[in-house]
């Protein structure tokens, strides 16, 4: 129906019309205050497990030999939350500082009273670098930048320590290797520049990693023999954790592993480290019903019930940061039991396969995913092939944290 003027109207004033027949709102007594509740009980939600958290970065820093860790908590701390990971992590003394890679995050880790390092790996423009300078967060650069700089620490009345980050390899982001030590050569000459630290990133391909390590050192030596001092030299991901101790150098740059969840299962397997999930994604099962035989279940009828069979919908989809895939294997806990996801994952609905038998009520807790025995991320992925980060980094923003 196509939408007219007229039509609007028509709809405003009938609304208008049926807010007037309820008559006059109703007023409470003085003193007396309605509480609106922020959320439905059968709403998901993501709990927080600070032990398991703990636990992981006194992992990681046992993995390191005591280096100092530079928490990544980009794109929402891996779906832990900005301010609720930053807010655990801060007060541990193996955490030398925060990572992020929009600006807007590290600005609020500095409204949300965060005092150590912050490092701004993302991009941003000569408008924006008076604010991050005055706030006190370390830019990450890799062009010649120097100028812009100069005026910056000339209105700040010192020096702005920076991280320069070298591309050698990955083609991503950072100077090119085979430019990068003309341009630290003009940083480091600067008295409006201190150079806090040098980075890189792998490719993780295991013969271009090699030559990225060989790379990264020969350009560090050939500075550092110049008498350039470079800062902490920091390469080492969760991925870099596992596969490259020779290249922790002066601090390390985790972020999946922080969260407890190891991003391949050869990791895993490899017990090189004991992570724990720190999170869980959990709801309420808000309906359960018998299904005949022959009868469908979800859309294009992606579900047939061979048998009569109950199921029970849980009240949270893709639109929470359930992955569509979950329908291709995953299983949810409900009680002591592993229940198959059928039919399709809708936005805001997931129908799992209870039995012949009615084995749940509503009310009864799901669990999506956590830290128990075949109920980890790594094992939702391993069955329905979402990736864990899709597990993790997709989580929706506004979904309630709760800390256990």
């Given at each position: 129906?196509?939408?007219?003027?007229?039509?609007?109207?028509?709809?405003?004033?009938?609304?208008?019309?049926?807010?007037?027949?309820?008559?006059?709102?109703?007023?409470?007594?003085?003193?007396?205050?309605?509480?609106?509740?922020?959320?439905?009980?059968?709403?998901?939600?993501?709990?927080?497990?600070?032990?398991?958290?703990?636990?992981?970065?006194?992992e990681i820093s046992r993995r390191a030999a005591n280096r100092p860790i530079l928490a990544v908590i980009k794109n929402n701390a891996y779906g832990m939350g900005l301010a609720e990971a930053a807010r655990r992590l801060e007060p541990m003394i193996q955490i030398h500082g925060f990572a992020v890679v929009k600006l807007h995050e590290a600005i609020a880790l500095r409204d949300a009273g965060?005092?150590?390092?912050?490092?701004?790996?993302?991009?941003?423009?000569?408008?924006?670098?008076?604010?991050?300078?005055?706030?006190?967060?370390?830019?990450?650069?890799?062009?010649?930048?120097?100028?812009?700089?100069?005026?910056?620490a000339a209105r700040r009345g010192r020096a702005v320590p920076v991280h320069v980050c070298v591309d050698t390899g990955i083609g991503r982001v950072g100077v090119p290797f085979r430019q990068a030590a003309s341009l630290i050569a003009d940083l480091a000459g600067r008295r409006s520049i201190a150079i806090a630290g040098v980075m890189m990133t792998f490719a993780?391909?295991?013969?271009?990693?090699?030559?990225?390590?060989?790379?990264?050192?020969?350009?560090?030596?050939e500075l550092e023999g110049k008498g350039i001092t470079l800062g902490r030299k920091h390469t080492a991901s969760s991925f870099g954790l596992f596969q490259h101790p020779e290249a922790f150098y002066e601090m390390v740059r985790p972020g999946m592993a922080l969260y407890g969840v190891y991003s391949e299962a050869d990791f895993r397997r490899?017990?090189?480290?004991?992570?724990?999930?720190?999170?869980?994604?959990?709801?309420?099962?808000?309906?359960?019903k018998q299904v005949p035989r022959g009868d469908s279940v979800g859309y294009s009828r992606a579900?047939?019930?061979?048998?009569?069979?109950?199921?029970?919908?849980?009240?949270?989809g893709h639109a929470d940061g359930w992955p569509r895939a979950a329908a291709k294997g995953a299983r949810v806990r409900i009680g002591d039991r592993l229940y198959p996801v059928i039919a399709s994952v809708s936005a805001s609905h997931t129908i799992v396969?209870?039995?012949?038998?009615?084995?749940?009520?509503?009310?009864?807790?799901?669990?999506?995913?956590?830290?128990?025995?075949?109920?980890?991320?790594?094992d939702v992925s391993a069955a329905c092939g979402a990736s864990v980060y899709d597990l993790t980094?997709?989580?929706?923003?506004?979904?309630?944290?709760?800390?256990?």
């Open positions: 129906m196509k939408p007219t003027r007229r039509r609007f109207l028509t709809s405003a004033t009938t609304l208008a019309a049926s807010a007037a027949s309820l008559g006059p709102a109703t007023s409470l007594p003085r003193g007396q205050t309605v509480r609106t509740p922020s959320s439905s009980s059968f709403d998901p939600w993501l709990e927080i497990n600070a032990a398991n958290l703990a636990h992981n970065v006194s965060v005092r150590k390092p912050v490092l701004l790996m993302g991009p941003f423009d000569d408008a924006n670098l008076q604010d991050v300078v005055a706030r006190d967060i370390m830019p990450m650069v890799y062009t010649p930048i120097g100028a812009a700089l100069d005026r910056v993780e391909d295991a013969a271009l990693d090699q030559e990225q390590v060989r790379r990264f050192n020969a350009l560090c030596a490899a017990a090189v480290m004991d992570l724990r999930p720190a999170m869980a994604l959990r709801a309420r099962v808000a309906y359960v579900y047939i019930a061979q048998n009569d069979v109950w199921v029970a919908t849980l009240p949270v396969e209870i039995g012949a038998e009615r084995r749940v009520e509503i009310g009864d807790v799901a669990t999506l995913w956590d830290w128990q025995p075949e109920s980890r991320p790594e980094m997709h989580l929706n923003p506004l979904l309630p944290r709760r800390e256990i």
